[in-house]
Nanobody, 127 residues
Framework: QVRLRESGGGLVLAGHSLSLSCAASGRPLSTYPMGWLRQAPGKEREFVAAIAGGDDIKYYADSVKGRFTISRIVAENMVFLQMNNLKPEDTAVYYC????????????????????WGQGTQVIVSS
């Protein structure tokens, strides 16, 4: 069973940056998608970013494109999310996530694809 552990959340001012990290264990994840979801208070969990397994194509939600960058170190089973120019609407609990299924194209944006996630890390962006 895969285990995911996030770190790096916190409180920042709008316009500033944060970097999230996720350490995965339990199974090699190089061939499966890994990414980030988030959930703001009173809202449903939403897709943020992902790296598809194998081809390393990256996918971003429109709301974060150009500001967030996802990366991973396959050998260490780790994935990262660099968040720049943060906005108050980025405030949410961020979850590292992966799936036992492959994805490509639009399928990688589907929240229901992801079947494992960590405890989450809180990001608060103050204006």
């Amino acid at each position: 069973q895969v285990r995911l552990r996030e770190s790096g959340g916190g409180l920042v001012l709008a316009g500033h940056s944060l970097s999230l990290s996720c350490a995965a264990s339990g199974r090699p994840l190089s061939t499966y998608p890994m990414g980030w979801l988030r959930q703001a208070p009173g809202k449903e969990r939403e897709f943020v970013a992902a790296i598809a397994g194998g081809d390393d194509i990256k996918y971003y939600a429109d709301s974060v494109k150009g500001r967030f960058t996802i990366s991973r170190i396959v050998a260490e089973n780790m994935v990262f999310l660099q968040m720049n120019n943060l906005k108050p609407e980025d405030t949410a609990v961020y979850y590292c996530t992966t799936s036992r299924r492959y994805c490509s194209g639009s399928g990688c944006y589907d929240v229901s694809l992801y079947d494992s996630w960590g405890q989450g890390t809180q990001v608060i962006v103050s204006s």
